[in-house]
């Protein structure tokens, strides 16, 4: 279970990835995020930059379950929690259901598996 869980955290990074480097722009990404087009144009470079480094994340994500290396798991669960904080923290709230919870979802079934 907790592989699966990790898994679903590293896709959901690689979705976030595709939608802030390739998609920012695109009405459907825009009335996620809740951007105007203007925004979105102006901040594309922002976006692209915070999608790569989600894309650290899932690519952490991938190394650990690949690898069997638990901490690997474990440390980038962690950098996705932060992460969702402080997004909700800054950006907005709903970040923390759609990163940090499934994060340290992700987190206790590893660390309950170990």
Do not use: D
Not at 19 to 46: C, I, N
Not at 52 to 64: C, T
């Amino acid at each position: 279970m907790a592989e699966v869980l990790v898994g679903l955290v590293a896709v959901l990074h690689l979705y976030f990835l595709v939608l802030e480097m390739f998609l920012w722009t695109a009405p459907r990404t825009r009335a996620a995020f809740g951007t105007t087009a203007e925004f979105a144009t102006a901040s594309k470079a922002l976006a692209a930059n915070q999608g790569l480094y989600n894309g650290f994340l899932a690519a952490g994500l991938v190394y650990g379950l690949v690898a069997s290396n638990v901490a690997f798991e474990v440390f980038f669960l962690i950098c996705v929690i932060v992460a969702g904080l402080y997004g909700a923290a800054t950006a907005n709230r709903r970040i923390l259901l759609v990163q940090a919870l499934p994060g340290a979802l992700a987190l206790a079934a590893v660390l309950a598996a170990r």
